[in-house]
């Protein structure tokens, strides 16, 4: 079975700081992986994806993922943060023609 | 503008009865789902439609009856409301079954 796992459920950093959330995931096939973010009371936003090709791949906002496969790992990084950054950090796994499975979240809270 | 609007975004009701939950996408997607996001965050996909066809039932009580009637809305209908039910229930839409989902606000569903 597929899954992903969100190894911190909160990070606190302060303002200006780098942050990094980490995702792993379990497949042996190949997979596609995503990061969503969630602002209070809202929807999600896709942050970044990788489908295939480069294995940095940059986002909005200034965050940036690295794809590895031999960690099965896709974690998510801003080395400078601000306090709008503040929400909810989703990371996701979808085998191809398969179902998006999200992780349990992360709670980012960037303190002034 | 919206690119995917859900209605309502609040629903508050007794158990027992029967609602609705109306979603509509302008962005000309081909797929589209729906998801819960429980209490503690955690989000899991429902259902799954592309061109009207389900193609994703996960393991939900059928009180829950997705409708599609066509390829811009995905209306979920739920029969005898419980207690357990109360969440956020968020539509999406892409492109096409492998692409980067497109998020509502959510509809947040409150039983008395």
């Known amino acids: 079975a597929q899954s992903v796992t969100q190894l911190d459920s909160q990070v606190p950093v302060f303002e200006e700081a780098p942050v990094e959330l980490r995702c792993n995931y379990s497949?042996?096939?190949?997979?596609?992986l995503f990061w969503y973010v969630q602002y209070p009371n809202q929807g999600l936003q896709l942050l970044l994806k990788?489908?295939?090709?480069?294995?940095l791949v940059k986002g909005i906002n200034g965050f940036e993922a690295e794809f590895n496969k031999s960690q099965t790992s896709f974690h998510l990084r801003k080395p400078s943060v601000h306090i709008s950054d503040t929400a909810e950090y989703f990371c996701?796994?979808?085998?191809?023609?398969?179902?998006?499975?999200f992780g349990q979240g992360t709670e980012l809270s960037v303190k002034p | 503008d919206t690119a995917v609007s859900q209605t309502p975004k609040y629903l508050v009701t007794q158990m027992g009865n029967d609602k609705s939950i109306k979603c509509e996408q302008n962005?000309?997607?081909?797929?589209m789902y729906w998801y819960k996001q429980d209490s503690k965050k955690f989000l899991k996909i429902m259902f799954s439609?592309?061109?009207?066809?389900?193609?994703i039932n996960e393991t939900v009580p059928n009180r829950f009856s997705p409708k599609s009637p066509d390829k811009a809305h995905l209306n979920l209908h739920i029969n005898s409301l419980e207690l357990g039910d109360s969440a956020v229930y968020f539509c999406?839409?892409?492109?096409?079954?492998?692409?980067?989902?497109?998020f509502g606000d959510g509809t947040r569903l409150s039983i008395l």
């Open positions: 999406a839409s892409s492109p096409g079954i492998n692409q980067p989902q497109h």
């Open positions: 990788y489908l295939s090709g480069s294995t």
């Open positions: 962005l000309g997607h081909d797929t």
């Open positions: 996701a796994v979808k085998k191809e023609g398969g179902k998006l499975i």
């Open positions: 497949s042996s096939v190949s997979v596609y």
């Open positions: 439609y592309n061109n009207k066809e389900l193609i």
